[in-house]
């Protein structure tokens, strides 16, 4: 695990965990987060705390399936639990000098796989 990959999860478990202080600590003072599907962007260490610290019922409970990447750039992979939903995402961080510079997230809700092109897949989960 590189220092990258142990900011990404300090920084999620203390998203899970309710601690915004904690969670935005690692992000540079310009940071940026991004949420395409809706079309919104925070900028700033204290827009995103903000956000996450009126998150209505708590923030979402996040596990990682994995992270990759290379350079200033990791993707991790999520499973996400909004209360009794469950979702998907991928988020995309950038780092820059040590920090989180750049986060997009995008989220998928799950879907049945179609009978069609059940002879070719195997379901796993």
């Given at each position: 695990m590189d220092a990258y990959e142990t900011m990404i999860r300090h920084?999620?478990?203390?998203?899970?965990?309710g601690d915004a202080a904690g969670a935005t600590e690692g992000l540079a003072d310009d940071f940026v987060?991004?949420?395409p599907q809706?079309?919104?962007?925070?900028?700033?260490?204290?827009?995103?705390?903000?956000?996450?610290?009126?998150y209505?019922?708590?923030p979402p409970r996040a596990a990682i399936r994995r992270i990759a990447g290379e350079g200033d750039v990791r993707?991790?992979?999520?499973?996400l639990q909004y209360g009794d939903e469950k979702a998907f995402g991928i988020s995309i961080f950038e780092f820059r000098?040590?920090?989180l510079v750049h986060e997009t997230d995008?989220?998928?809700e799950p879907f049945p796989a179609p009978p069609w092109r059940s002879k070719w897949v195997e379901i796993v989960g």
């Open positions: 920084h999620l478990d203390r998203l899970v965990a987060q991004d949420w809706s079309g919104e962007r925070l900028h700033g260490r204290q827009a995103c705390f903000m956000v996450h610290s009126n209505p019922g708590g993707v991790a992979e999520l499973d000098d040590g920090r995008w989220f998928g």
